[in-house]
Nanobody, 124 residues
Framework: QIQLVESGGGSVQPGGSLRLSCVAS????????IGWFRQAPGKQREGVSYIRFIDGNTDYADSVTGRFTISRDYSKNTVSLQMNSLKPEDTGLYYC?????????????????WGQGTQVSVSS
């Protein structure tokens, strides 16, 4: 089993920044990929970014490329998502998730473990 706890959400104005963190515990040696997903009210969950542990490879949804940066800290079993130039459409509940598949991407079906989420609200 793997447990995930997200933190760092909040309310900001457009153009602001937030840094989300995801701390993993349990059988963390089985982690291949950690991804960030978000879900806005009335919308489907969408993949935002992921990082692959074996080589550090990352990828981003087109909507956040150039504004968001994902990073990892092995020593703390933590993955962070730095979010800059936030827009109202970035509002949603942000989840981190773990995949055992080495080449998992941004499809939620590839992820077996999920955190409870942290809320991000962007409005003026």
């Amino acid at each position: 089993q793997i447990q995930l706890v997200e933190s760092g959400g909040g309310s900001v104005q457009p153009g602001g920044s937030l840094r989300l963190s995801c701390v993993a515990s349990g059988f963390t040696s089985n982690i291949n990929v950690i991804g960030w997903f978000r879900q806005a009210p009335g919308k489907q969950r969408e993949g935002v970014s992921y990082i692959r542990f074996i080589d550090g490879n990352t990828d981003y949804a087109d909507s956040v490329t150039g504004r968001f940066t994902i990073s990892r800290d092995y020593s703390k079993n933590t993955v962070s998502l730095q979010m800059n130039s936030l827009k109202p459409e970035d509002t949603g509940l942000y989840y981190c998730a773990v995949s055992h598949f080495t080449y998992a991407r941004l499809s939620s079906t590839s992820y077996a473990y999920w955190g409870q989420g942290t809320q991000v609200s962007v409005s003026s």
